[in-house]
């Protein structure tokens, strides 16, 4: 780190955790949230109501349709903590989601799974 930035963190490692981020709470107001969701903003767009700078800039990202995953891989945030942030922001009105398209495919993936565990043993 560099810059003014430098006394929020010790040893790359941010003083503020991430339980201060979501304010103590683990789990958010919308829990049909996972990595997986896509998330944009909502149109026509409200007016935010948080000024914490996460808030800010998950809005920023959600510009074009993004992932969880993706808003958390960009903010270097927690999934968990994302996904509490990312909830907020759909409960006031500001985003919009999607959840994952479900492909009816889970019993062919688990016999691959099966399949490949099969083979690890053999080995």
């Avoid at 990312?86 to 999607?98: C, P, T, V």
Wanted: a negative charge; proline letters at 7%.
């Amino acid at each position: 780190m560099s810059g003014d930035d430098d006394h929020w963190f010790v040893d790359d490692s941010p003083l503020v955790r991430p339980y201060a981020v979501t304010r103590g709470r683990t789990s958010g107001a919308d829990r049909d949230v996972d990595m997986l969701t896509t998330v944009a903003i909502a149109r026509p767009s409200r007016r935010l109501r948080r000024t914490e700078p996460e808030y800010l800039a998950i809005i920023e990202l959600c510009n074009t349709p993004v992932t969880v995953a993706e808003v958390s891989a960009t903010l270097k945030l927690p999934l968990a903590v994302t996904r509490i942030l990312i909830g907020d922001l759909i409960a006031e009105g500001n985003l919009i989601f999607r959840p994952p398209a479900d492909t009816g495919n889970a019993s062919k993936e688990l016999n691959v799974l099966r399949a490949v565990l099969d083979g690890i043993r053999n080995l």
